[in-house]
């Protein structure tokens, strides 16, 4: 299944700001402001934390933003703090034939 | 509060089929789509499909294509995802969520724009 490019990891120290990629192609991420992004802590279910590239659902801290240039898509976190130590991963809709939605592999962030 | 609620973990042999519950509560069933998307161990999260919960219209992965049926029973309030044919390579934990995007008139919007609310998860062993 075709899929988004994210790095394994990430880390940053408290109060920094740390930008999150994931890499897709002209079938998805570079064609459609469909982009989504969600946070999953082990065993829990995602949450969703960005939709439509850059848009922030009710109750989701500032501190998340979401841009895209191309095919790349970027979650970043400002002001990190401890408790945003977790698993975040990107998704898209994607015009490739079977498919209407593809993940990235998630990108574990590290608050050192 | 709205809130989706799957049904117990599955421990199944291969061949066999496995039907998974997502109860719903706090909202219109048929004002949302309902997403599946399952997860296998340390692997990225993959779509399934989706159910129209109005009109009960489907749309499939290709890769489930005629192993998987999504229905829903409007009283009950819950959707349902049949797996059959099952396989090892099918050991994961499945996901129902909703469709952030409100319906209008029954209708479906032709993006994906995200997955606002979502179930516990069930986790589906396949093993002999």
């Known amino acids: 299944q075709s899929a988004l490019t994210q790095p394994a990891s990430v880390s940053g120290s408290p109060g920094q700001s740390i930008t999150i990629s994931c890499i897709g192609t002209?079938?998805?991420?570079?064609?459609?402001?469909?982009v989504s992004w969600y946070q999953q802590d082990p065993g829990n279910a995602p949450k969703l934390i960005i939709s439509?590239?850059?848009d922030r659902p009710s109750g989701v801290s500032s501190r998340f933003s979401g841009s895209k240039s191309g095919n790349t898509a970027s979650l970043t976190i400002s002001g990190l703090r401890a408790e945003d130590e977790s698993h975040y991963f990107c998704?898209?809709?994607?015009?490739?034939?079977?498919?209407?939605?593809?993940f990235g592999g998630g990108t574990k962030l590290t608050v050192l | 509060q709205v809130q989706l609620v799957q049904s117990g973990a599955e421990v199944k042999k291969p061949g066999a089929s496995v039907k998974v519950a997502c109860e719903t509560s706090g909202y219109s069933l048929s004002s949302y789509a309902i997403y599946w998307v399952r997860q296998a161990p340390g692997q990225r999260l993959e779509w399934m499909g989706w159910?129209?919960?109005?009109?009960?219209?489907?749309r499939y992965s290709q890769k489930f294509q005629g192993r998987v049926t999504f229905s829903r029973d409007t009283s009950a309030k819950t959707v349902y995802m049949d797996l059959s044919s099952l396989r090892s390579e099918d050991t994961a934990v499945y996901f129902c969520?909703?469709?952030?995007?409100?319906?209008?008139?029954?209708?479906?919007?032709?993006?994906?724009?995200?997955?606002?609310?979502w179930g516990q998860g069930t986790s589906v062993t396949v093993s002999s």
């Open positions: 439509d590239v850059s």
């Open positions: 002209s079938s998805d991420i570079g064609s459609y402001n469909h």
């Open positions: 969520a909703r469709d952030r995007r409100i319906m209008i008139s029954g209708v479906k919007s032709d993006y994906y724009y995200g997955l606002d609310v």
């Open positions: 159910l129209n919960a109005d009109s009960g219209n489907t």
């Open positions: 998704s898209s809709y994607t015009s490739r034939s079977g498919l209407e939605v593809v």
